[in-house]
Nanobody, 115 residues
Framework: QVQLVESGGGLVQPGGSLRLSCAAP????????MGWYRQAPGKQRKLVAA???????NYADSVKGRFTISRDNAKNTVYLQMNSLKPEDTAVYYC?????????WGQGTQVTVSS
C-alpha cells in the first residue's frame, strides 16, 4: 500500500509559522500532482495548495501570500510553509498525491493556531 508520510504539525500562536513535510515513494512523487488539503471540524476537506511535477503551483485564495508549497525532488518530499497563521487555519492537514482519478492520502497532521 502506498504511503505518504507527513510531519510538522503542532500548536502555534497567531502570526506564527509552521512547515509541513510529506514524503512519498519516488514512483508517486515523479508523476503525481502533490498537494495539501485541510479539514476543520464539521467542515469539508478543501484544497490548500498543489504543485505539479513541473513545479506549477495553485493556492486557495484564503492562503495566498501566506503559504508556500514547494518540492524537493532529491528527497521525494513536498513542503507547505505556513506563515502569518490565523486561528481559522486550524485544521487537520492532509498530504495528497493525485494522478487523474487516482488519489493517495496521508494520515493527516493537526495544526492548531491559538494563543
Amino acid at each position: 500500500q502506498v504511503q505518504l508520510v507527513e510531519s510538522g504539525g503542532g500548536l502555534v500562536q497567531p502570526g506564527g509559522s509552521l512547515r509541513l513535510s510529506c514524503a512519498a515513494p519516488r514512483s508517486i512523487f515523479n508523476k503525481y500532482v502533490m498537494g495539501w488539503y485541510r479539514q476543520a471540524p464539521g467542515k469539508q476537506r478543501k484544497l490548500v495548495a498543489a504543485i505539479t511535477s513541473g513545479g506549477s503551483t495553485n493556492y486557495a485564495d484564503s492562503v495566498k501570500g501566506r503559504f508556500t508549497i514547494s518540492r524537493d525532488n532529491a528527497k521525494n518530499t513536498v513542503y507547505l510553509q505556513m506563515n502569518s497563521l490565523k486561528p481559522e487555519d486550524t485544521a487537520v492537514y492532509y498530504c495528497n498525491a493525485r494522478l487523474s482519478v487516482l488519489n493517495v492520502w496521508g494520515q493527516g497532521t493537526q495544526v492548531t493556531v491559538s494563543s
